[in-house]
């Protein structure tokens, strides 16, 4: 394999293009493409695609997250891409997603990419990096252990990188699916023992996003404990900030880029507060993969079958939105063992995995 020349090779950031229907558009519409064709690559699946109008209007709105990319071009070819995403009223870290197709891997290409991501964070001054690796379930050969003591992935190439940069592994997620259709009479079966469980303290809401104002400012402070109650390793998390009008920013993004949102969440009667949350996400197909998102139990509620309440009760409303999506697709931190053990009993297998990396910055 020849290995690309400094001198032919550049990296120039991504121009976000205001609309996709121009010539200057190209290049986001490759960069979607390239996210897509590594996702089907790292894990053997399709469920990750997404569509550059549902992407846009993530990339567009800088209010509460940034992002951008740089593309590595030979001779006029895209041949990889790093895309960099960082919060702005959390200072701390900033994501990096590594893009380079197996047959242009070891060309020098990837290396690049990751030195370009790492000089545009220091610029941020930013004192974390952390990045994400896709894997199949059936690894063979070598495989990396977590530190948090669960969960295993195969050293491909790009972990292997990532180590040699000097990041390191600190969580291993699992991601699995669930059938919509089949039958749903286990999912209701668990779901009224566990209304039993939880008594008359609680009380379950859903709706469809955007969310009513009675649950706005409860439902953003149950998301802002995201990123404080979800097991997270050995990563460096900054709690987030989240108030009404960042949710609001958040779901507007939602609707313009043609995504359905359900939102199931579990009240505690005597304080009012949000005990429980869970999200099911489809783009504008109605045949395509649903996206489980924000899932949580808050730490003070945990015992009493809140997260079997929330987690049934949005498959069974959604199976009336989203009648014809295939599965659900959801991760979950391996240590995670009362989410996961949830989602075992409903039916849920591993299809992929997730390995998180983090480099600190002197």
């Known amino acids: ?63 509460d997250d940034v992002d951008r990319a740089f593309l590595a071009e030979e001779d006029g070819r895209i041949l990889g891409a790093v895309a960099l995403h960082y919060a702005t009223a959390e200072p701390t870290s900033a994501d990096i997603d590594l893009m380079v197709l197996p047959v242009n891997w070891g060309r020098g290409i990837e290396q690049a990419l990751l030195d370009r991501a790492e000089s545009e964070v220091r610029l941020l001054d930013r004192k974390v990096l952390q990045s994400w690796t896709l894997h199949r379930p059936d690894a063979a050969g070598e495989t990396l252990a977590a530190p948090t003591g669960w969960g295993r992935v195969s050293a491909t190439p790009h972990a292997r990188i990532l180590e040699r940069n ?17 039958p749903m009479d286990s999912i209701r079966t668990h779901l009224d023992a566990a209304l039993a469980i939880a008594g008359d303290d609680y009380r379950l809401v859903q709706w469809t996003v955007p969310t009513p104002a009675e649950h706005r400012e409860g439902y953003a402070w149950a998301m802002s404990r995201m990123s404080t109650d979800a097991p997270s390793g050995g990563l460096e998390v900054d709690e987030e900030v989240w108030d009404a009008d960042r949710l609001a920013r958040r779901e507007a993004r ?70 014809d999506s295939p599965r659900i697709s959801t991760f979950n931190a391996e240590e995670n063992r009362p989410m996961l053990s949830i989602n075992e009993a409903l039916g849920f297998t591993a299809v992929s995995y997730a390995a998180a990396w983090q480099k600190k910055l002197s």
């Open 1 to 63: 394999m020849t290995t690309v020349s400094p001198t032919t090779l550049t990296i120039r950031e991504l121009v976000l293009p205001q609309r996709l229907d121009t010539p200057d558009a190209a290049d986001f519409h490759a960069l979607v493409a390239l996210m897509n064709a590594i996702c089907r690559s790292d894990t053997g699946l399709s469920d990750f695609d997404r569509t550059a109008e549902e992407s846009l209007p993530e990339w567009l709105d800088s209010s």
């Open 254 to 323: 939602f609707l313009e880029s043609g995504q359905t949102v359900s939102v199931a969440a579990a009240v505690h009667v005597p304080t009012g507060a949000f005990a429980a949350l869970n999200e099911l996400v489809i783009g504008d197909d109605p045949t395509g993969v649903t996206h489980q998102y924000s899932t949580l139990v808050l730490k003070e509620h945990r015992g009493h079958r809140l997260g079997m309440i929330v987690k049934c009760a949005n498959i069974l409303r959604w199976k009336d939105i989203a009648p």
């Open 166 to 182: 000097g990041y390191g592994l600190e969580q291993v997620e699992r991601n699995s699916a669930l059938d919509l259709q089949g």
